[in-house]
């Protein structure tokens, strides 16, 4: 194999890979195909399905036993596929609010009720490709409509 900016020799190896690129410290990959090119020093790893390995990262942090730390909130934010912006309407609060979450030293933690959204949010569904946020937008002037529904054999909404 050649490497592809000076056109030298590709060694590959296997070994552990400290995946930053995540966005989490704290994440080691064993075993995986690593590649040196020896004339201009370029290094390389094969991740094979990655997406696979996001969601099991994202799975993972999810249902640790300790509080969220920035890093992760962030990370699972946007294995979501949300901005800020949107995770910010979805969760109820004001974009600042999710970057004092997503950023240390901010001395703000995530409350625990909208730690524990995330984390459900996370295990109850997949990354968002397209998504609606206009129903999530707050409108203050509308009230909402009560419903009413009849006791028959089943249940059933009662017509206006």
């Known amino acids: 194999m050649k490497c592809v900016h000076c056109s030298g020799v590709i060694k590959s190896t296997r070994g552990a890979h400290r995946y930053t690129e995540s966005g989490l410290s704290n994440v080691t990959l064993l075993n995986v195909e690593l590649r040196h090119c020896s004339e201009c020093g370029e290094r390389e790893v094969v991740i094979p399905r990655i997406e696979e390995l996001h969601r099991i990262i994202a799975r993972t942090v999810a249902t640790g036993q300790s509080r969220l730390n920035p890093e992760q909130i962030r990370f699972l934010r946007k294995w979501l596929g949300w901005s800020s912006v949107d995770f910010a309407l979805m969760m109820g609060v004001r974009p600042e609010t999710v970057s004092r979450w997503e950023h240390k030293g901010t001395g703000y933690q995530m409350p625990a009720t909208a730690e524990r959204l995330l984390r459900l949010m996370v295990a109850n569904q997949d990354p968002v490709t397209k998504y609606p946020i206009d129903l999530f937008k707050l409108q203050p002037r509308l009230r909402p409509l ?12 009662a017509a206006s």
């Open 146 to 157: 009560p419903l009413k529904f009849i006791k028959s054999p089943d249940w059933r909404e």
